[in-house]
T-cell receptor, first 111, second 115 residues
């Protein structure tokens, strides 16, 4: 069983819709959670990071962490075609920063 | 935001060739990483470095080697490339977030194809 599970998609939504992405994990020691966006043939780009449980909002993006359920989510409001990319969750147990990644969910936002 | 550079972006070579993938960063970050990424699969850490003259193997066994002679430079070398080495190689460096952990910033990647 993988430490981090993420539905590969593709997830297709119309422009303006809310995109909902999530990851589940098995290691309860994970404390730091990140979301990366990766465009085709590019490196991952950090979107958001959070510590422990709770919500964090940044513009159109909201990250949620539920440590009791070992479940994290990313919501994208008012989605745009430019949001079409693969979204990777990542997490780590410690301050060292060695990350465990999910396989990524491909998102397609259609005009 | 970190500036991470990788060259070449694309490389097609024959079996048995020696190759070096270059990675450099301009932010003075001590920690640097190499990942391997295959389509639809998660990123796998193959090497990392805490700083100059420090290198460690990652979670995924790799026949590649790395060196860290300068802070800004973290090249990866394959002495004899094989088709099984075909993959995307991503370099990253990290900086503290202020939340108690580092956050990693990635380069654009090198897509390697070994024929």
């Amino acid at each position: 069983q993988k430490e981090v599970e993420q539905d590969p998609g593709p997830l297709s939504v119309p422009e303006g819709a809310i995109v909902s992405l999530n990851c589940t994990y098995s290691n309860s020691a994970f404390q730091y959670f990140m979301w990366y966006r990766q465009y085709s043939r590019k490196g991952p780009e950090l979107l958001m990071y959070t510590y422990s449980s709770g919500n964090k909002e940044d513009g159109r993006f909201t990250a949620q962490v539920d440590k009791s359920s070992k479940y994290i989510s990313l919501f994208i409001r008012d989605s745009q075609p430019s949001d079409s990319a693969t979204y990777l969750c990542a997490m780590t147990t410690d301050s060292w920063g060695k990350l465990q990644f999910g396989a990524g969910t491909q998102v397609v936002v259609t005009p | 935001e970190a500036d991470i550079y990788q060259t070449p972006r694309y490389l097609v070579i024959g079996t048995g060739k020696k190759i070096t993938l270059e990675c450099s960063q301009t932010m003075g970050h001590d920690k640097m990483y190499w990942y391997q990424q295959d389509p639809g699969m998660e990123l796998h850490l193959i090497h990392y470095s805490y700083g100059v003259n420090s290198t460690e193997k990652g979670d995924l066994s790799s026949e590649s080697t790395v060196s860290r002679i300068r802070t800004e430079h973290f090249p990866l070398t394959l002495e004899s490339a094989r088709p099984s080495h075909t993959s995307q190689y991503l370099c990253a460096s990290s900086a503290p977030t202020g939340l108690g952990t580092d956050t990693q910033y990635f380069g654009p990647g090198t897509r390697l194809t070994v024929l």
